[in-house]
């Protein structure tokens, strides 16, 4: 079975500031695909960025990178210039592609408090 | 585009009452998820729909909780009847294919469910 980890149950970053989310993953699959998903206040998750594990090239939206590690089975998350609106929940999530009923397996999530 | 609709919001019910959960997917969207997110933790998948047909139910407590996806489209999710550990949040989600096709996941805003 897959797992998500994420270690850090909360951190908090000046306003423009960088910050770096760390989430650790365990499989023995090779093929599958990682996420970053926020979550704000009104609970709607919204999804931050996507990884391909065949891909060795790190995803990268606007203020938003990967450091994918895959040998370390690490993927975390690094958000330059912090932004208040960025005060969220960020969960890490896992899917293995294989098979019609593969699941997204998420981590416990971190609580992100961006200072203003 | 019309993002993933929940209903209701927020609902308190007492325990061994009944309660239903309403979820209408993005169009065209062909795989609907039901996630139970506890206080605290990642989102759980309950259940998984492709078309009206049940994908994976492994995680579904079936004695308590079924969930219908009539014609393909809108969803419902009962509990019946409810215990104090089902408070929790119930997100719906959905995709244009199926996960192995690393196909993003697009969430609703959940509702909140509190049993006294």
């Known amino acids: 079975a897959q797992t998500v980890t994420q270690s850090q149950p909360e951190m908090s970053v000046q306003e423009a500031e960088t910050v770096t989310l760390s989430c650790t993953y365990d499989t023995s699959e090779n093929n599958y695909y990682l996420f970053w998903y926020k979550q704000p206040p009104s609970r709607q998750m919204i999804l931050v960025i996507r990884?391909?594990?065949?891909?060795?090239q790190n995803a990268t939206e606007n203020r938003f990178s990967v450091n994918f590690q895959k040998a370390a089975k690490s993927f975390s998350l690094k958000i330059s210039d912090s932004q208040l609106g960025d005060t969220a929940m960020y969960f890490c999530a896992f899917i293995n592609p294989t098979g019609a009923n593969s699941k997204l397996t998420f981590g416990k999530g971190i609580t992100l408090s961006v200072r203003p | 585009e019309a993002g993933v609709a929940q209903s209701p919001r927020y609902k308190i019910i007492e325990k061994r009452q009944s309660v239903a959960f309403w979820c209408n997917p993005i169009?065209?969207?062909?795989?609907l998820y039901w996630y139970q997110q506890i206080l605290g933790q990642g989102p759980k998948l309950l259940i998984q729909f492709q078309n009206n047909g049940v994908v994976d139910d492994s995680q579904l407590p079936k004695d308590r909780f079924s969930a219908e996806r009539l014609k393909g489209v809108d969803s419902t999710l009962k509990i019946q009847p409810a215990k104090l550990e089902d408070s929790a949040v119930y997100l719906c989600?959905?995709?244009?294919?199926?996960?192995?096709?690393?196909?993003?996941?697009?969430f609703g805003a959940g509702t909140r469910l509190s049993v006294l």
């Open positions: 169009s065209g969207h062909a795989t």
């Open positions: 989600a959905s995709s244009w294919q199926l996960p192995f096709m690393g196909n993003i996941q697009y």
């Open positions: 990884q391909e594990a065949y891909k060795q």
